[in-house]
């Protein structure tokens, strides 16, 4: 074990990175181990993520008028989702959906607490082209 230099905190060195230090001093390159090329692969992709966004125009079948609105492109969800909030903002009208579907949080584990039990019918207008589709509200 060493001893850290200014705050005197032991600090645990395994052998692998003994060596490598002494091989970096020396000049002698050391490939790096799985876990490290691992690492560095998460961080290139981390850094490649970035977040898209387009707008849209919204519209419910009867409404006269619609509402230009800015929304997440790509977000890698499996299904079409729009909050409660923002369903009560813009009047639009919801039913109630077949049955309660659950929802996946971010890793992957069911989520128990909020369930998908309304729906928003709507058309959605981008670069000319037009489309009904359902959309699930989700929030509190």
Known sequence: MQRGKESGIEV?????????EERAK???KMQKTEV???KERGKKK??????VTVKIGLKQEEEEEGIMTETLLDSRVTRLVMSKEFVRKHRFRRTKSERPIYMRNV????NYIELIV??????IF??????RILIDMIGG
Not at 126 to 131: E, M, P, S, T, V
């Open 12 to 20: 645990r060195k395994d052998r692998k990175m003994i060596l490598r």
């Open 26 to 28: 020396r000049g002698i």
């Open 36 to 38: 490290e090329k691992k």
């Open 46 to 51: 981390k850094k490649l993520l970035r977040e």
């Open 107 to 110: 890793d992957g584990m069911l």
């Open 118 to 123: 309304d729906i928003v019918e709507i058309e």
């Open 126 to 131: 981008f670069k000319g082209h037009k489309k």
